[in-house]
């Protein structure tokens, strides 16, 4: 009896291991498939500078950064004076599983920051 439980307590460890794990790889898919879209559609305005994701067992992590006004003709005179594109880099933390965390009971949880690039940060 006490090693069917024990037997019956390690599958489910492992089952849930398994599920969150792969829940990681369906998460990124779900996040790169509009990312190739907005790459197409939005690319004379911003474009993508990096996508890396970091996929873990529970928690997983994307950096996106975005360049706008990158070789645009018909940018604002302000803005063709300085070479450097304009820059916004996005932090997504995501939680996944079928429990992930003490707050959330279902696929994932993300936490997003956003971070501005120096010439943008000054003018807001």
């Known amino acids: 009896m006490k090693r ?46 990096a996508n890396t994701y970091r996929r873990g067992f529970f928690v997983s992590e994307q950096d996106l950064t975005l360049e706008l006004f990158h070789k645009f003709p018909g940018a604002p005179a302000a803005l063709a004076a300085s070479p450097a594109p304009i820059h916004i880099k996005i932090h997504n933390v995501i939680w996944h599983g079928p429990v992930c965390g003490l707050t959330c009971v279902g696929l994932a949880r993300v936490r997003t920051h956003i971070d501005f690039g120096p010439e943008l940060q000054a003018s807001i």
Do not use: D
Not at 8 to 20: R, T
Not at 28 to 41: G, M, S, V, W
């Open 4 to 49: 069917t439980l024990w037997g019956g307590l390690v599958a489910i460890l492992i089952a849930y291991l398994f599920v969150s794990w792969r829940l990681g790889f369906a998460i990124e898919k779900e996040i790169n498939a509009p990312l190739e879209l907005f790459k197409t559609r939005a690319s004379p305005y911003v474009e993508v500078a």
